[in-house]
């Protein structure tokens, strides 16, 4: 059985270790201060813990978790000592540092600057120009069709009035049967617009019943097993390695116009900054 008190307090301590274990400590002149543990040259003192323990903590609780935080200090202070003593002599930390530093801060700078001054609207004229000029890259893996798909426990209710409304889908019958698929279905699919490919569809049914072969010429399946009736009528399919609809793809598309935008915004953004630090003499070169 999992102690989920103790669990609590390892998830806290995990995560503060990975800020506390990443900092060197230094050993403290202040007798005041509790010493809780050492390895090698480094010190772990209780006021390292300040702030950390959980509000409302008791005194039991607080003993709790100050001996799974030196245990896990420990561990990780060890194992980080012994990494120290490994290290190449070609690997250059503090380079890495700053590195990693300035690709922190450009990562932030970037981030704001998008969530600033990035237009993520997308109009269906520029969308369907994208479309037109890149169509060839969006091949089908597989087939996709559209249909009406209704998956039911075989103790719905009133299946003699469903099976009524599926074969004759007026508007009227049509609205019943969302409104009775809603409370009633296991799965539904009852959108006119919506492609799914044929995978989403053929795994609703027993497996191999519905192929690629056999639902290119057959556009209306009733099933019964033990657990669920199954309801199939396919409007339309689309073969595999043919050209994806714009409907099949628009969310795919949208993505890469915006992902174009964000590029095309930072590298205008780079050569705007770059020519106002030039107009104020703040840019030297000093090549041949």
Request: with cysteine; glycine share 0%; charged share 25%.
């Amino acid at each position: 059985m999992v102690n989920f008190h103790h669990l609590y307090y390892f998830l806290i301590i995990s995560l503060i270790l990975l800020v506390v274990a990443c900092t060197p400590m230094e050993e403290k002149k202040d007798n005041k201060d509790k010493l809780l543990a050492k390895v090698a040259n480094k010190a772990l003192y209780l006021s390292e813990l300040e702030g950390m323990f959980p509000e409302n903590a008791n005194k039991q609780d607080s003993t709790l978790f100050i001996n799974a935080f030196v245990e896990s200090w420990v561990r990780e202070s060890v194992m980080m000592n012994e990494a120290e003593h490994n290290i190449p002599k070609d690997l250059n930390i503090d380079k890495l540092v700053r590195d990693y530093r300035s690709s922190l801060i450009m990562h932030n700078y970037e981030k704001k600057l998008i969530e600033l001054r990035l237009d993520s609207t997308i109009n269906q004229q520029e969308l369907n120009m994208y479309y037109e000029k890149n169509k060839e890259q969006f091949q089908l893996d597989e087939m996709i069709l559209r249909c009406y798909f209704m998956k039911l426990p075989v103790d719905a209710p009133n299946q003699e009035e469903v099976k009524k409304w599926w074969e004759n889908t007026n508007a009227n019958n049509y609205k019943k049967l969302l409104e009775y698929c809603t409370t009633n279905a296991e799965v539904y699919m009852l959108k006119d617009s919506s492609w799914y490919d044929l995978a989403t569809v053929s795994n609703q049914f027993p497996k191999g019943m519905i192929t690629s072969n056999n639902i290119a010429t057959k556009n209306q399946w009733t099933h019964r097993d033990s657990s669920y009736l199954y309801y199939l009528h396919v409007q339309k399919t689309i073969s595999k390695n043919s050209i994806a609809p714009l409907s099949y793809i628009e969310n795919q598309a949208k993505k890469v116009i915006l992902h174009k935008r964000k590029l095309e915004l930072l590298v205008k953004t780079k050569e705007e900054l770059y020519e106002k630090e030039v107009r104020r003499n703040n840019v030297k070169i000093y090549t041949n």
